[in-house]
């Protein structure tokens, strides 16, 4: 990338309620740090509870006039935001790397997917229909779609102003009003976006921001009676928590996008470049901080020693560093020093506990920042903690060599995950039975991992539950009702 970005110093850091940006009640706040140099960026606002009270308050009060606007008003307003997003799009970029850490080219595959992804739902506000049905004579069968009133959106740091707009484009079109929870770790984006939001008219209360703790706001929106719709992207604990949180209060409704570790198959009859790179991209991409990351690889007996050598010749091509001190950066450091504790941890396991080989990486790189270079440890066995658990770093595991159809299938369901697959295979065949029996939600046949906006995104198992992305991720956000209506008989 040869764009020079400037690097942000000025930062949007209050909460945003009923539009205004405001101060938390307690006046508490949170360090916003930069995982690239480990300095402070900045503090923003920390929402309590008291703060999420006051988001639903305005929320509430919003919402008899968003939901009624005609849909078409809605349509403007979120192609306004889009607009406003686009021409702003360089700040975004910069922004978004800064705080989370990825290279700048990732930051502007974010940023434009967000843009596209707001247009797109922008379109379907005039869209929600319901059905009708054939029915005796005199009487009418249909079904109606509503919003549901202030919905919860609770975001992760990994892609944080995409996961966040997954959530609230798809709400705001169908009318609801929104309460949404950035990470504390990567609010940046998210909060500059209110301003962008104000731009472009939004009715106060209609998009309110409550950047805080998942213990302390995050609970505060999951417990809250006053919402009955939660759409949460995160891990599969804290998604455990959420559920109990509904249960517990009042039967919300909740979409679940969780974590995964998805296999990534590669047949013998595979064209081995498009292999490695798919392997390759599949696990690295954002530094392996990707819920549908490809991160256990299975490699037939009769290819493994070619792929692994294509895969090791992909170090050449790493470029490790700050994207605002090294051009062209392409391997940024983990989010925080948490994730990198975490990371480091299951290499060092790997190495000393279960001295698995290690045949690139395994180790940190550079004296400040979160860095871990591009690691790959083969020949591990399924029931290694490696292969089991969501690892969330730039870490490939590739498993024993496979021999057979039905042995891989098993070994690649042999997870508590379901949230994609990878095969790379010449052969129509092998793809239609590989798609057929694993277990996931998104399947990628000799590609790296892909979001279309059209297309559904969501997990099986422990992956979770419910959609983002397409008509299915719209209508997450409606309630359905059931109208059996009786005529008088007509006039003689
Ligand atoms: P996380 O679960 O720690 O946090 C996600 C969000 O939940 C944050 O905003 C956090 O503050 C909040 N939170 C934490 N505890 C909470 C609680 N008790 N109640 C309510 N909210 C709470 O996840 P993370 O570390 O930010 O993100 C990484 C995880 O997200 C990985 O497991 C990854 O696989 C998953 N993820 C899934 C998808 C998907 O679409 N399936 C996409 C991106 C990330």
Redo the contacts with the bound molecule.
Sequence with gaps: MSKVYQKPTKFQTKLFINGKFVDGVLKKTIPVINPASEELICEIAEATEQDVELAIDAAEAAFPIWSKLPQRDRTEYLLKLASLLEANKEEFIALESLNNGKPLEGATFDINDVIGHLRYYAGWADKITGKSFSSLDQQIFYTRREPYGVVGL??????PLM?AE?KYAPALAAGNCIVL?????TPLTVLRLCELVNEAGFPPGVFNVVP????V???A??HSKRISKIS????????R??LE?SSKTNIKKVV?????KSPVVVFPDADLDKAAEVAWYGCMFNMG????AGTRLFVHEDVYDKLLQKLKDYEQNVVIGDSFEVQNSNHGPLVSKL?FDRVMNYITHAKEVEKLECVMGGEKWGNKGYFIKPTIFVNVDENSKLARE?I?GPVLVVLKPWKTFDEVIKRANDTSYG?AAYAVTQNAGNVERFVREVKAGSFYINQGALSAHQMP???YKE??FGK?NGEEGLLEYTQLKSVYYSLPNPMV
């Design positions: 609770i975001s992760p740091w990994n892609f996961m997954w929870k950035p990470s504390e770790v805080g703790y998942g213990h706001a995050g609970v929106i999951t949460f992207t995160g891990s599969s604990l804290v998604g928590k959420i949180a679940l996008e969780l974590g995964g901080q990707s819920c549908d994730q969501e969330f949230l995104f969501g997990g992956s979770g983002d």
